[in-house]
């Protein structure tokens, strides 16, 4: 079993950054690939970035060249650094965790762009 605690999440002016956390119940080392979802109003949930347990990243073209995922393994967390957020980028934000064929979820946080 894999808990997952998300913070980080807040209203933020278009052009400004926010830095996303998802803390890991279990060891980084354990767990295969981690990523990020966003789900906007009216809309279904989307991959936006994902890192593997090797250090191989991907996003989503939405988010390409703004966000960047990376770990700290000391400290079993994953983050999403966010830059130049647009309005567009508003929505709840979920941290997953997948390990041994399980998927994992978090409690999702609500990042806002608006001015």
Not at 14 to 32: D, E, H, K, Y
Not at 47 to 74: E, P
Request: aromatic share 10%.
């Amino acid at each position: 079993q894999v808990q997952l605690v998300e913070s980080g999440g807040g209203l933020v002016q278009p052009g400004g950054s926010l830095r996303l956390s998802c803390a890991a119940s279990v060891s980084i080392f354990s767990i295969n690939t981690m990523g990020w979802y966003r789900q906007a109003p009216g809309k279904q949930r989307e991959l936006i970035a994902v890192i593997t347990s090797g250090g191989s990243t991907n996003y989503a073209d939405s988010v390409k060249g703004r966000f960047t995922i990376s770990i700290d393994t000391a400290k079993n967390t994953v983050y999403l650094q966010m830059n130049s957020l647009i309005p567009e980028d508003t929505a709840v934000y979920y941290c997953s965790a997948g390990q041994y064929g399980h998927a994992y979820w978090g409690q999702g946080t609500q990042v806002t762009v608006s001015s």
